[in-house]
């Protein structure tokens, strides 16, 4: 009698989580056959959400998500059960929960006046349309590594639809003109309304408590096994029918040495990469610790197998330049609603109906969210949580004369009251936590299409990549659903299974999407 077919999976971010659940549900693998090898203390990956209302909450950031595109997403959260309501899934309390809080940003970006800029114009010249249209049309092959700003005249970096866009999706104009252009593509449907966001669809709470925990709890329940603080060190191969074989993993747990047999039929997936790697949190008095991937070894793995073989990609590609990749983010707890009045008054927009508020004139380039309360699970009523986040932490401050990353948690609150003309008293009960994260959009940086694989890399026979970087055509990184996207193609494909994995609608092919589109363009 065969032995049942055994899944590792190194790494235990949204990719790992969704794979597991796809080895369940279209694989027949028995939940107890399944390990997830995580480094860290919490499942979750890039998508975690932690603390109290007493020593304050932290997320390092957020997904924007939408149920017009995310096809894999919500094929995997239609099938999770939700924990606060009885009978429905993970998706239909998604739905229910946006279908009472619709988003309509009425602030979308703030100059330096403390005033609202109207944004019903994207601020193009003819010559910027000119350059949207000639690289929405070039094909890949043709962009090669160059960047955006190799697209565009300077000028296009100064209008509104810049502004929107950049903060709303994180890219620099120095990041890749492929990613620019599927993102272009991926959400046409969301270039008609940036300027309010409406488009845009939320979570209940964090995304942690809201999709990372329900995953969880129904893998455990399904007795998938989970291993925390284990570091997976090496990976032994071999060739069978000359093909990359995984044979043995190497780990280190409680600074013992334990070695995995992978035996025939067993599989291995890794997440290669991860865009958090080597992230820090500061606090009030205290700046967030400048580490690099020599601090955390989150690349070693990748890099080694790397090595001589071009069908794994190129690591280099994506860490090779911290001050292209890194950002700062911010998250603030409250204790009296004070903060939360002002910005509905500013803005008009109650917490959980706006968007991303941004300080276009902000050295830092800052913005704020406030999301519906509560965001987090254990969050009590009188206590309010909002995130914030620059993409210069670099740069000197208009009201604090330091960079964001020299910055402790007084200082960001002091330089974002400075911006809204707040007296800096409304945070008198704030604790802001910054969050430093060095290479969280290392994913957008300029690339060859070689430097990624493919989930299932050509010539190997029980070995995946699961994560943002990886090689998925259409589709756009920076995103929950490229990780489940990743994970769904390569359980699939190792298990050789006849589901179809839910292609990337066309939106962009959409003949009333590319005329409201053109429309949005010369308002």
């Known amino acids: 009698m065969n032995s049942p077919v ?14 597991a659940a796809f080895m369940i549900r279209d694989g027949g693998l028995h939940g107890k056959d399944i390990t997830i090898l995580e480094s860290g203390l919490l499942m979750g990956g890039s998508l975690d959400g932690a603390g109290d209302a007493e020593r304050g909450y932290s997320l390092r950031g957020g997904r924007m998500l939408t149920t017009d595109n995310y096809e894999c997403t919500w094929d995997l959260f239609k099938s999770i059960p939700s924990l606060e309501n009885d009978g429905k899934s993970v998706f239909e309390e998604t739905e229910d929960f946006n279908h009472r ?31 949207l249209l000639k690289l929405s049309n070039a094909e890949e092959k043709d962009l090669g590594a160059s960047c955006i700003t190799d697209w565009f005249s300077s000028s296009f970096f100064t209008t509104e639809f810049w502004f929107m866009w950049a903060t709303t999706f994180a890219f620099q104009p120095w990041h890749s003109a492929v990613e620019f252009k599927r993102y272009m593509h991926r959400f046409m449907l969301e270039f008609t309304h940036i300027e309010t966001l409406a488009g845009v669809k939320r979570t209940i709470y964090n995304q942690y408590d809201s999709l990372v925990l329900p995953l969880k709890i129904w893998l ?13 060190t090496g990976l032994d191969h071999t060739l069978v029918d000359d093909k990359f074989t995984v044979t043995n993993i190497h780990c280190l747990r409680q600074d013992t040495i334990e070695v995995i047999a992978v035996n025939e039929g067993d599989l291995v997936f890794l997440q290669n990469g991860s865009m958090t ?41 994506f860490t090779s330049c911290i001050a292209q990749s890194s950002w700062e983010s911010f998250t603030v707890t409250l204790k ?12 008009g927009n109650a917490a959980g109906t706006g968007g991303l508020v941004t300080f276009k004139d902000s050295n830092w380039l800052m913005s704020i969210v406030l999301a519906h309360q509560p965001h987090f699970v254990n969050q009590p009523k009188d206590v309010q949580v909002f995130w914030g986040y620059a993409l210069f932490p670099d740069r000197i401050g208009n009201f604090v004369a330091k960079p964001m990353e020299e910055c402790n948690g007084a200082e960001i609150l002091q330089e974002l009251c400075g911006h809204l003309r707040f007296d800096l008293d409304v945070f008198k009960t704030a604790n802001c936590i910054p969050c430093r994260m060095p290479y969280i959009t290392s994913m957008f940086m300029p690339r060859n299409h070689s430097d990624r694989p493919l989930p299932v ?30 994970a769904q193609i390569a359980v699939y494909q190792l298990l050789a299974l006849e589901h179809k994995v839910p292609p990337v609608t066309p939106h962009d092919k959409s003949l009333r999407v590319q005329f409201e589109a053109l429309v949005k363009a010369f308002s």
């Not at 055994?6 to 794979?19: C, M, R, T």
């Not at 602030?107 to 000119?130: C, E, I, N, P, Y």
């Not at 455990?220 to 997976?232: F, H, L, Q, S, T």
């Not at 259409?474 to 929950?480: A, E, H, Q, S, W």
């Open 457 to 486: 890399p050509k010539g190997t026979r029980n070995f995946a990549f699961i994560s943002q970087f990886v090689e998925i055509a259409d589709d756009v990184v920076f995103t929950v659903e490229y990780s489940i996207r990743a």
């Open 101 to 131: 809080h619709q988003s309509y940003s009425m602030a979308r970006l703030v100059d330096k006046l403390r005033a609202k800029v109207d944004v019903t114009s994207m601020g193009f010249s003819m010559q910027h349309r000119k350059e």
């Open 336 to 347: 009296e609603p004070t903060f939360f009045n002002l910005m509905h008054q500013f803005s």
């Open 277 to 317: 790697d080597a992230s820090s949190l500061g606090s009030m008095t205290s700046a967030p610790e400048k580490l690099t991937k020599a601090d955390s070894n989150g690349w070693n793995l990748w890099e080694t197998l790397a090595e001589g073989r071009p069908e794994f990609g190129n690591p280099t590609a």
């Open 6 to 19: 055994k899944a590792y999976l190194i790494g235990g971010g949204i990719g790992s989580l969704a794979a």
């Open 220 to 232: 455990e329940d399904n007795g998938v096994r989970m291993v925390n603080a284990c570091k997976v």
